[in-house]
């Protein structure tokens, strides 16, 4: 099964696994402070929006014959059943749910960033190295693209209705949801071996962003 797969197949999936690893980070820390009550919702959100992904090779879970469609669904699921999962911890748990959460998503971030130490020497590489991680629909939704870049800073824009849909479709707080990508983004760029610095600025579904090396 593996000579149908393309290396972009095996990248995005990789993405739609970290985002669900987020996932289930998120739900072991509130388990472990509200017991089975946070649990609920994780078994709420699955049988709403899809179970999870198991730990087998992407050959062994895709389907052959609709590879662009399968994986599609995955980035829906797991958008969407996020989405719905960190919506109701806020609700129910407030602040101490959303410090959790924050915690959570730039822990993750940070991690990431060290995996890339060696590979940022100029914004334009900090870009594709953070397309490498965080989930921005299909390739070929080309939801973010860049407008100018130089050896000093990149700017590109990224179309926030990408996850619109999916964060609807979860019920969740949009601008909440929002804010946490913008987190994970901020908390990988200014952790990299090199210094950067990340600004975002928002009109409308669209998002305006800028890497600058400091």
């Not at 890339?116 to 965080?134: A, C, F, M, Q, R």
């Amino acid at each position: 099964m593996s000579r149908f797969l393309a290396p972009i197949h095996t990248w995005l999936f990789n993405k739609v696994k970290l985002s669900q690893d987020l996932e289930e980070h998120i739900v072991r820390l509130h388990a472990d402070r509200y017991q089975k009550d946070a649990l609920k919702i994780q078994e709420e959100a699955a049988t709403l929006y899809g179970k999870y992904l198991v730990n087998k090779p992407l050959e062994e879970l895709i389907d052959v014959d609709n590879i662009h469609g399968w994986l599609q669904e995955r980035i829906k699921e797991v958008e969407s059943r996020t989405a719905y999962i960190v919506t109701k911890y806020k609700e129910i748990y407030g602040e101490d749910s959303i410090e959790l959460i924050k915690n959570a998503y730039t822990q993750q971030a940070i991690e990431c960033a060290k995996n890339e130490s060696n590979k940022i020497d100029t914004p334009g590489n900090v870009y594709v190295s953070l397309n490498n991680y965080i989930l921005a629909g299909m390739p070929c939704d080309r939801a973010s693209s860049v407008i100018e870049k130089n050896e000093e800073y990149i700017k590109y824009q990224e179309n926030k209705d990408i996850h619109k849909s999916n964060y609807e479709l979860g019920k969740g707080d949009l601008e909440y949801l929002y804010n946490l990508r913008e987190l994970w983004i901020k908390s990988f760029v200014e952790n990299l071996g090199i210094r950067y610095a990340y600004e975002s600025k928002v009109s409308g579904s669209i998002s305006d962003n800028k890497i600058i090396k400091l």
